[in-house]
């Protein structure tokens, strides 16, 4: 099964950036969608930012475009989350994800909904001070 560990969070001023990674063991096939889900404080997770582990397409949460930007290294099982200009509403702890679970029927399609995702990292915070 694959496994996801996050890094990279911390503290940072606003206007800052951060890049947070996400390692992955396991087997990743190629067209797996792959993602990125924050969550804050008394609020329920929200996407942030998709990819597949092959191809280019990418989609982005309205409120990140233009400041964050995802990436993947396949060869080192890395995925990246590179965040420029942080405001304070960006603070939460933030998760990786990937759909693990491969059936006839599953959708790769990529996602902005937390269920269609089914392993996700342990999350790691980022607190963007003002």
């Known amino acids: 099964q694959v496994q996801l560990i996050e890094s990279g969070g911390g503290l940072v001023q606003a206007g800052g950036s951060l890049r947070l990674s996400c390692a992955a063991s396991?087997?990743?096939?190629?067209?797996?969608?792959m993602a990125w889900f924050r969550q804050a404080p008394g609020k329920e997770r929200e996407f942030v930012a998709a990819?597949?582990?092959?191809?280019?397409?990418?989609i982005y949460a309205e409120s990140v475009k233009g400041r964050f930007a995802i990436s993947r290294d396949n060869a080192k099982n890395m995925m990246y989350l590179h965040m420029n200009n942080l405001r304070p509403e960006d603070t939460a702890v933030y998760y990786c994800?990937?759909?693990?679970?491969?059936?006839?029927?599953?959708?790769?399609?990529?996602?902005?909904?937390?269920?269609?995702?089914?392993?996700w990292g342990q999350g790691t915070q980022v607190t963007v001070s003002s």
């Open positions: 994800a990937a759909k693990n679970i491969i059936l006839p029927t599953t959708s790769l399609a990529l996602s902005t909904t937390s269920r269609d995702y089914d392993t």
């Open positions: 990819l597949r582990w092959s191809g280019s397409r990418q």
């Open positions: 396991g087997r990743i096939f190629s067209n797996v969608p």
